[in-house]
């Protein structure tokens, strides 16, 4: 009904599902981000970038370090949304010409936020 409302051209409605999903998940964890990167106010990262390897460990201890919960939820919703979106791209999307790179894509953000995770 919301398609129609806006008048969605129909060779585009195939989309519109997905389309309004991705608009509706990308806007949720970029919120989520931003609260917890800027507005929260318990990390200064971005006014005072060096202070991120602030109490920094490395070595056997750098894996005891714990992860505070918001940046740990931070983490897990978008590998949540990725791993997600590889499930989706092989099997509920439209198969496009570009839908391997997509694959590529998602595979290589999953093995980027996982490695930023570990590696605190």
């Not at 009904?1 to 519109?16: D, G, I, S």
């Not at 997905?18 to 981000?33: C, N």
């Not at 602030?54 to 894996?63: H, I, R």
Request: aromatic content about 16%; some cysteine; hydrophobic content about 50%.
């Amino acid at each position: 009904p919301l398609a129609n409302a806006l008048q969605v051209a129909a060779e585009h409605r195939p989309k519109w599902p997905e389309s309004v999903w991705k608009l509706l998940i990308y806007s949720g964890l970029w919120l989520q981000s931003l609260y917890v990167v800027v507005l929260c106010g318990k990390y200064d990262v971005l006014q005072n970038p060096l202070d991120i390897f602030k109490d920094c460990v490395f070595g056997d201890a750098q894996l005891k370090q714990a992860v505070p919960s918001d940046i740990y939820w931070m983490y897990m919703l978008q590998l949540g949304f990725y791993v997600h979106s590889i499930i989706g791209t092989l099997y509920m999307d439209m198969w496009r010409k570009d839908s391997v790179m997509m694959l590529l894509h998602h595979g290589l953000t999953i093995f980027l936020l996982e490695f930023s995770f570990l590696v605190r």
